[in-house]
């Protein structure tokens, strides 16, 4: 399978479903497109772009990894832009959970109290965060965070 130059969708054929664009076939690969084509239906039953790069966002650290480590989808780009912020956005999302408990021990009770209505907030902020990320792929659409959209499209080579 092979993914446009232009956006990076998955080309079945010389022309991107996508976008239109024209996609660079191998010296002898015309010859060979015509039968494949025939089966083309049946080999490309497997899921869309933008329902993977949001499942990428379901699981975090796990569906991260699991779309970085199958064939097909580790070979495009915004897929695996996609894992790589799933996976660094829920690590720092964990991280800010962790740290908070060691500071809720060591506070006294009113900056405890404090620090507990912070932790919620940070949650709450996370999970819709978390969801709109989601959304935002499931709608093709790719929102890069400001430190780690940065990291993950340096890591997906785009």
Not at 10 to 26: I, Y
Not at 55 to 82: D, E, W
Not at 87 to 115: C, D, E, N, Q, T
């Amino acid at each position: 399978m092979s993914f446009c130059p232009a956006c990076g969708a998955s080309v079945d054929g010389r022309f991107c479903p996508k976008c239109g664009s024209a996609a660079a076939l191998p010296a002898g690969a015309a010859y060979a497109a015509a039968p494949a084509m025939a089966a083309a239906p049946a080999a490309n039953a497997g899921l869309t772009e933008n329902a993977v790069g949001a499942l990428c966002y379901l699981g975090g650290l796990i569906t991260g990894i699991i779309f970085l480590v199958i064939a097909p989808y580790n070979q495009n780009p915004r897929i695996k832009f996609h894992a790589f912020q799933s996976i660094l956005f829920h690590l720092v999302w964990m991280l800010g959970w962790f740290a908070m408990i060691p500071l809720g021990m060591l506070l006294p009770f009113g900056l405890s109290l404090v620090l507990s209505l912070f932790s919620l907030l940070l949650w709450a902020g996370g999970l819709l965060l978390w969801l709109f990320l989601m959304w935002k792929a499931y709608q093709g659409q790719t929102l890069s965070l400001p430190v780690i959209g940065g990291i993950a499209r340096h890591q997906a080579g785009k």
